[in-house]
Every structure is written in structure tokens, then in C-alpha cells.
């Protein structure tokens, strides 16, 4: 009896001594953390720009913590409602996304050469961001479908049509990164769910040819191709991004300069608060801190695997690894651009990079996520 007594003090013990009682609370607390780290870092990369641009340090910050508001908002929404139900949505949210997209292109303000934003009076809505999570759900409802009645899967459907849709729309912008990754995600889909390898084969060849294709369409971007493996080559053009990237990646060390001390946010490195929003991240926490980003990542792509695993339905399954790899396929992409192993293509480093409907997407997808993990534990 007293052995027994020992054992279940034991069990209370190392129940206690963990950080989380399931995998959606594992997920919760990565996401928060990389939120307050995010926030953190969007406020010490763009406090000088807004100063000099707007007249206050904190223009950025406040409309950050406003995304991070509404973020919290759609996170919850999506963490209540049964992912199943989404199901019947598709297809409105589909056609609003594709009528935003087209929207952008006719009344779009253009910066830096590029229409991505639709104006909403306190904030700018980029349909771009929820065409990712849109073609996600098509896909997955249409791998569904074929996984349960043992059918096999094609590339050339409709599902695939409207994914190519929202994919030429915006390239048109232009937008070669999201683009990529609103086609790119899909595609890897369909190949983990078993495509046959024929074709896959077809696949990767239609692939390089499209890739070919957009990279001849804008002429600057076989520039950037060209100094992505030596950008000293042309350190004052088309590699100064990656150069000063590499500079203030460099400059942190092991430690890190310290918390707002960071210097290349003075006007040496474009898009600091955006795109290289992780190398002033580096620049600031050191090594460290990287790695400590790393881990919560690789953390996050475990703990969605685990609730991949876990779901009770086909559907389940796969939505949940094509959010997944929505996070932490952009996550790695970034990682790689902001390091110089991959060509400046826009693809923010999800919570840590400042971009208002990117996050609040991000956030709606993994409520999506905790629920497929929270229906299922209950099944």
C-alpha cells in the first residue's frame, strides 16, 4: 500500500514537473513566446525609421500590438469552431480572396513597384496572405477525399485550377515569393500524400520551367539569382541587402550588441523591420537568440506532427501538416534568404518579422491548428 502511495506521488511529481499538459498548449506556448519576441524585435528594428518617417518610435509598435490584437482574435475564433466546419466556407472564402486579389491589382497603391495591399483606411489588407491558408484547405479537402476512397491523386484538377488562379494573380503584383509559397505548399501536399512518382516527375519539371519563367519575367530577379552565392560580387547593388544582412548577423556574436543597440537599422539594411527583420534579431541577441528561434521552431514542426498524427479523419491529417509547413516552411525560407543561401524573394519570418495581415493569418491558422489537436482528443 505505502509502495503504491510512493508511486502515485511519483507519477504527480512528473506530471507537475511539465511545461505543458498536451501538444496544443505546447503549440499555444511557442506561438506566444515567438509573439513576445517578435514584438520585441519589430519595436528595436523600426523605432528609427518611424522617428524619422512619422515623428514617434513607436508608429510600428502600435500597429503591431493592434495585429497582435486582432491575431488573438481570429486565433480564437478559429481555435473554437470545429475545423470541419470550415469545409463549407471554402468556396465563399475562395471567391472573396480571388475578387480581393483581383481588386489589388486595379486600386493597389504602388510601392516599390509592386500593388500587394488594399487600403483600409487604419490598415492595409494583403489578400496575398490568405490565398496561402485558402489553397491549404482546398487541397486538403481534395487529398481528403482521395485518401479515404483509396483514389489515386492527380495534379491537373480543379482544386489544383484554383490554387494556379490566386498563384498567377499574384505573381502579377508582382510577388514571386508568396506566389511561390500559395502554389509551392499545395504542391508538397499532394507529393507527401502519395503522388505517383511519375507524376512527380512530371511535376518537377513543369516546376523549373515555371520557376525559369518567373525569373525572366522580371529581369532583376535573375540579378539577385546570380549574387546569391557571392554577393560581395556586387556588394553595392543587387547584394547590398545580403551583404548587410550578413554584416549584422556577423556583429552580434555569441551574445549579442544588446537590446536596441543594433546599428544596422540606421539606414544600412533595407527592411529591417520586414523581411530582415531576423538578422537585427541576430545583430541584438547574438547566437544565442538564434538558436534559441531555432529551436521553437523545430519545437512548433514536432508538437504539429504530433496533432497531424493524432487526427481522427484524413482531413484532419493533412490540414493540419499543410499548416505545418505554412509556418515553418516560411520560417526556413527566411532563415535561408536572411543568411544568403537563397535570393531576396519577401518572405517574412512568421511573428518575428512586422507585417500586420501576414500575423493575424498566422495566427488564425494555427487556432485551425489547436483544434484539430483539441476535436480529436475528444473523439
Same mark, same amino acid.
Given at each position: 500500500?505505502?509502495?503504491?502511495?510512493?508511486?502515485?506521488?511519483?507519477?504527480?511529481?512528473?506530471?507537475?514537473?511539465?511545461?505543458?499538459?498536451?501538444?496544443?498548449?505546447?503549440?499555444?506556448?511557442?506561438?506566444?513566446?515567438? =509573439?513576445?519576441?517578435?514584438?520585441?524585435?519589430?519595436?528595436?528594428?523600426?523605432?528609427?525609421?518611424?522617428?524619422?518617417?512619422?515623428?514617434?518610435?513607436?508608429?510600428?509598435?502600435?500597429?503591431?500590438?493592434?495585429?497582435?490584437?486582432?491575431?488573438?482574435?481570429?486565433?480564437l475564433i478559429c481555435f473554437r469552431i470545429? +475545423?470541419?466546419? %470550415?469545409?463549407?466556407? =471554402?468556396?465563399?472564402?475562395?471567391?472573396?480572396?480571388?475578387?480581393?486579389?483581383?481588386?489589388?491589382?486595379?486600386?493597389?497603391?504602388?510601392?516599390?513597384?509592386?500593388?500587394? %495591399?488594399?487600403?483600409?483606411?487604419?490598415?492595409?489588407?494583403?489578400?496575398?496572405?490568405?490565398?496561402?491558408?485558402?489553397?491549404?484547405? =482546398?487541397?486538403?479537402?481534395?487529398?481528403?477525399?482521395?485518401?479515404?476512397?483509396?483514389?489515386?491523386?492527380?495534379?491537373?484538377?480543379?482544386?489544383?485550377?484554383?490554387?494556379?488562379?490566386?498563384?498567377?494573380?499574384?505573381?502579377?503584383?508582382?510577388?514571386?515569393?508568396?506566389?511561390?509559397i500559395i502554389l509551392g505548399i499545395p504542391?508538397?501536399?499532394?507529393?507527401?500524400?502519395?503522388?505517383?512518382?511519375?507524376?512527380? +516527375?512530371?511535376?518537377?519539371?513543369?516546376?523549373?520551367?515555371?520557376?525559369?519563367?518567373?525569373?525572366?519575367?522580371?529581369?532583376?530577379?535573375?540579378?539577385?539569382?546570380?549574387?546569391? %552565392?557571392?554577393? %560581395?560580387?556586387?556588394?553595392?547593388?543587387?547584394?547590398?541587402?545580403?551583404?548587410?544582412?550578413?554584416?549584422?548577423?556577423?556583429?552580434?556574436?555569441?551574445?549579442?550588441?544588446?537590446?536596441?543597440?543594433?546599428?544596422?537599422?540606421?539606414?544600412?539594411?533595407?527592411?529591417?523591420?520586414?523581411?530582415?527583420?531576423?538578422?537585427?534579431?541576430?545583430?541584438?541577441?547574438?547566437?544565442?537568440?538564434?538558436?534559441?528561434?531555432?529551436?521553437?521552431?523545430?519545437?512548433?514542426?514536432? +508538437?504539429?506532427?504530433?496533432?497531424?498524427?493524432?487526427?481522427?479523419?484524413?482531413?484532419?491529417?493533412?490540414?493540419?501538416?499543410?499548416?505545418?509547413?505554412?509556418?515553418?516552411?516560411?520560417?526556413?525560407?527566411?532563415?535561408?534568404?536572411?543568411?544568403?543561401?537563397?535570393?531576396?524573394?519577401?518572405?517574412?519570418?512568421?511573428?518575428?518579422?512586422?507585417?500586420?495581415?501576414?500575423?493575424?493569418?498566422?495566427?488564425?491558422?494555427?487556432?485551425?491548428?489547436?483544434?484539430?489537436?483539441?476535436?480529436?482528443?475528444?473523439?
Amino acid at each position: 500500500m505505502a509502495g503504491n502511495q510512493t508511486q502515485s506521488n511519483e507519477v504527480s511529481q512528473g506530471e507537475k514537473k511539465k511545461f505543458w499538459n498536451n501538444d496544443m498548449e505546447a503549440l499555444i506556448g511557442i506561438m506566444v513566446v515567438l =509573439i513576445i519576441l517578435g514584438t520585441i524585435n519589430v519595436f528595436s528594428s523600426s523605432f528609427i525609421l518611424a522617428e524619422a518617417e512619422f515623428d514617434t518610435p513607436y508608429f510600428f509598435l502600435k500597429r503591431h500590438l493592434i495585429n497582435v490584437f486582432i491575431g488573438f482574435i481570429s486565433f480564437l475564433i478559429c481555435f473554437r469552431i470545429d +475545423y470541419h466546419k %470550415w469545409r463549407r466556407f =471554402i468556396p465563399i472564402v475562395l471567391i472573396l480572396t480571388v475578387l480581393a486579389l483581383i481588386l489589388v491589382l486595379v486600386i493597389g497603391p504602388q510601392v516599390n513597384g509592386a500593388r500587394r %495591399w488594399l487600403p483600409l483606411g487604419f490598415t492595409q489588407f494583403q489578400p496575398a496572405e490568405m490565398a496561402k491558408l485558402i489553397s491549404i484547405m =482546398i487541397i486538403s479537402a481534395y487529398i481528403a477525399v482521395r485518401v479515404k476512397f483509396g483514389r489515386s491523386i492527380d495534379i491537373f484538377t480543379p482544386q489544383m485550377g484554383m490554387v494556379a488562379v490566386m498563384f498567377v494573380l499574384t505573381e502579377q503584383e508582382p510577388d514571386m515569393g508568396t506566389a511561390s509559397i500559395i502554389l509551392g505548399i499545395p504542391l508538397i501536399m499532394l507529393v507527401v500524400a502519395g503522388l505517383d512518382v511519375k507524376k512527380i +516527375y512530371k511535376l518537377v519539371g513543369a516546376v523549373i520551367v515555371g520557376v525559369v519563367l518567373m525569373i525572366l519575367r522580371q529581369p532583376y530577379r535573375l540579378d539577385r539569382l546570380k549574387v546569391t %552565392w557571392d554577393p %560581395w560580387s556586387d556588394a553595392q547593388n543587387v547584394g547590398y541587402q545580403t551583404v548587410q544582412s550578413l554584416s549584422a548577423i556577423g556583429s552580434g556574436e555569441l551574445t549579442g550588441m544588446g537590446l536596441g543597440v543594433g546599428v544596422s537599422k540606421y539606414d544600412y539594411l533595407p527592411e529591417a523591420h520586414t523581411d530582415f527583420a531576423f538578422a537585427i534579431f541576430c545583430q541584438e541577441n547574438g547566437f544565442l537568440g538564434a538558436i534559441f528561434v531555432f529551436l521553437l521552431f523545430a519545437a512548433f514542426a514536432v +508538437y504539429s506532427a504530433r496533432v497531424a498524427a493524432k487526427a481522427k479523419d484524413e482531413y484532419g491529417q493533412i490540414l493540419a501538416m499543410g499548416i505545418m509547413i505554412l509556418v515553418v516552411g516560411q520560417a526556413i525560407a527566411n532563415l535561408l534568404m536572411v543568411a544568403g543561401m537563397l535570393p531576396v524573394v519577401g518572405v517574412p519570418l512568421p511573428f518575428i518579422s512586422y507585417g500586420g495581415t501576414s500575423l493575424i493569418v498566422t495566427m488564425a491558422s494555427i487556432g485551425i491548428l489547436v483544434n484539430i489537436g483539441r476535436v480529436s482528443e475528444k473523439e
